[in-house]
């Protein structure tokens, strides 16, 4: 039995991930088409937005023959290239409609195509290939879950939810499993004219996301995921939470925050960290960011030594910056009670220190690699921190 890491498991969920932004991207589509009046190109699109890759397929080749630098044409078809070969059974076929589907994404952006869509592809392209990573080590579940991608790839998704709900039961732990089932609702719930009936599968699709969250809280997709379906149902603020939480989850990746973006750009949200300019050289004698300053030094010269006895080299740390920090705000708090007038970014330091906020606002705005490491453990008992600064200061519209 194979011993799966987190990193590897979390490879799978690139195809669903690409499929969730196909979905919003369907906006952009549905003007593309507008602009031909070729019925063979958009019944082509058509088709690639219904899921229906099998047939799709044939025909975008030959659209993309008729059209070769057609930026819509060629990013459609090279994720439905890179769909079909998840269920390649035999891996020389499977590499070869992915290195077919990496020269024709690589034509689209060329071509003009700047979507995040595309970049997800072509940066899932570049990492090894996800299929030949098993999803779970209970063999049943690993065929069931496996038969599910096949069915998806095809656009049967009532036949992949069926193996997807299966592969769950015979593997309680696994995450893919929940997570693919509730894509399913959400698809068919995007797919339904009756827009009660969508709603309630959209509902359903966030009960999927749920059980996947209560498998692993520390993952960001279930999150992102539910955060699209309440944005479908344009639920403002619970779609904002969702997301935030994706965040919480993994925010040194790019895809929860291309989440939170896309929230934000729906509803005119401009998203932005509070303003803090710290000096990169600061003078002994500056009255506010030369305690910053001291207080960095103090921790490089032997602070960070017996906070961290377990590690041989010096970092800098999360301790360390909100240390410094809060030298600076209780220097700059003193010149505010001297009558001086504070600049906006000391002002701000001030506010994040009484808010009890600051180590979020290191950890969100200010995070190096030494900073990241120390990400994990502060998040184990101050998720509502990381929370809070996100929704009463990125999302807030404040900034």
Known sequence: MLKL??????????????????VFASGANARSRAQSNDPERERAISLYEASKYGEALPLLEKVAEKYPNDPVVLSRLGITLYVTST??????????????????????????????LTQAALEALSSPDATEIPFSNVRDAENAIREGETA??????????????????????LYEAALYAGDMYFKKGYASTDKKAGGELMDKSGEWFARAVAINPDRE????????????????????????????????????????SQWADKYGVHLAHLRVDVPKDAAADDPVWG????????????????????????????????????????????????GKELPPSLANI????KAGLLEAYVLFALADEGISHDYADYRKSNRDKLRRYLTDYVTSNKN
């Open 152 to 173: 998806f790839a095809r656009g049967d998704l009532d036949g992949a939810l069926t193996h997807y709900k299966r592969a769950l039961e015979l593997d309680p732990k």
């Open 87 to 116: 269920a390649a059974k035999d891996p020389s076929e499977r590499k070869k409609l992915r290195e077919r589907a990496l020269k024709v994404l690589l034509k689209s952006q060329q071509n003009g195509d700047d979507s995040n």
């Open 350 to 353: 001030i506010e994040l220190d």
């Open 291 to 338: 305690p910053y300053a001291a207080a960095r030094a103090e921790w490089r010269s032997k602070r960070f030594a017996e906070t961290f006895p377990g590690e041989h080299a010096y970092r800098h740390s999360l301790a360390e910056e909100a240390a410094a920090l809060r030298a600076a705000s209780a220097a700059a708090s003193k010149a505010a009670w001297a």
């Open 221 to 260: 997709t279930a999150y992102r995921y539910w955060g699209d379906a309440l944005s479908w149902q344009d639920k403002r603020d619970e779609a904002r939470d969702k997301f935030i939480e994706a965040v919480v989850a993994e925010p040194y990746t790019r895809t929860p925050w291309v989440g939170l």
């Open 5 to 22: 890491s987190p990193a590897s498991r979390r490879r799978h969920a690139v195809v669903v991930s690409l499929l969730i932004m196909i």
